[in-house]
């Protein structure tokens, strides 16, 4: 089954009406120019009246994220889309510009091949990053906002004219500060986890994401915790096999996804879930994982 029909089947579920699912995002609108395709303009509802995502908007976002060489198409983050939206409904540039979204890793190695500054293990990559220009804003202010709320990954490329936002954990650099000629990343060392909302009434098949995989095998424990709470894991693809007590991936799949297959509430305050990996842990992978936190989603009165 082709990423973006499990997207569509996973994202079309209603929330509860009246509130966001994550902590950042805006009013279900997006509107984009791109920097590489002339004249080519996103402009989408991508969240209905109702909390729902629309499948076809969702298309169009993929799309206009392509790959900017071949065209070739990744998953986006409904986590990045809404940040996204939010960055735009909050500080109302004059236009907002995609410079980059996703990036194929074929793409994103051949920029590295020819001396350009991108890690190695890009979000990029994993569709969870845009770089966008901001017109009629100073950009150090927004930059400064936007790290100060935690709100992901935010760069500032001041001399190219632009900001990255990525939904990854909250982190913060400038053009001469970010790292990427070192590899950081190599060997599991920024391993992290990201669950399909904030916000849930039912954590019951909640999905989780792990992302900034570089070596393999990766092994995660069948059991996972939120608080004092356990939580049974079962993964989302065939890649991934159970060896004792723990899921293990050997080779590479699309994503490495899993499931919370145990029926328990959402937490009434922000709380991450706690996954751990099994040993023995190749190269720098950290024996726990965290994903952001999570919190429950109001009922809103009958």
């Not at 791109?34 to 209905?48: I, T």
């Not at 889309?81 to 190695?109: A, C, H």
């Not at 293990?121 to 966008?132: F, I, N, R, Y």
């Not at 804003?137 to 936007?146: D, I, T």
């Amino acid at each position: 089954m082709r990423w973006w029909v499990v997207l569509c089947v996973l994202l079309s579920r209603p929330a509860l009406a009246g509130e966001s699912r994550f902590y950042f995002s805006g009013d279900g609108t997006l509107r984009l120019h791109h920097a590489h395709f002339a004249g080519e303009v996103l402009e989408v509802r991508y969240r209905q009246a109702d909390g729902s995502y629309d499948p076809a908007a969702l298309k169009q976002i993929a799309h206009f994220f392509r790959n900017r060489t071949d065209g070739e198409q990744g998953t986006v983050s409904l986590r990045l889309i809404e940040l996204l939206d939010y960055v735009q409904d909050r500080y109302r540039p004059k236009r907002m510009t995609l410079v980059s979204g996703y990036r194929s890793p074929q793409f994103n190695q051949s920029l590295r091949a020819g001396g350009r500054k991108v890690a190695e293990a890009s979000v990029h990559t994993e569709g969870l990053a845009a770089d966008v220009q901001l017109a009629g804003l100073k950009l150090r202010p927004v930059w400064n906002q936007l790290r100060a709320e935690k709100t992901g990954g935010v760069g500032l490329y001041a001399g190219e004219g632009f900001i990255h936002l990525d939904a990854g954990q909250p982190r913060f650099w400038e053009a001469a500060t970010s790292g990427v000629d070192k590899n950081l990343a190599k060997e599991n060392a920024r391993l992290f986890a990201r669950t399909e909302f904030d916000r849930y009434a039912t954590l019951d098949g909640a999905a989780i994401r792990l992302h900034s995989v570089t070596a393999l095998p990766l092994a995660i424990a069948r059991t996972a915790h939120l608080g004092d709470a356990a939580l049974t894991l079962e993964p989302r693809s065939s890649f991934a096999h159970l060896e004792g007590d723990c899921w293990v991936w050997r080779v590479p799949p699309e994503s490495y996804e899993l499931g919370v297959s145990s029926v328990i509430a959402a937490p009434t305050q922000p709380m991450p879930i706690r996954l751990s990996t099994c040993e023995p842990r190749i190269g720098a992978t950290p024996a726990e994982v965290l994903t952001n936190p999570i919190e429950r989603l109001a009922v809103p009165p009958p």
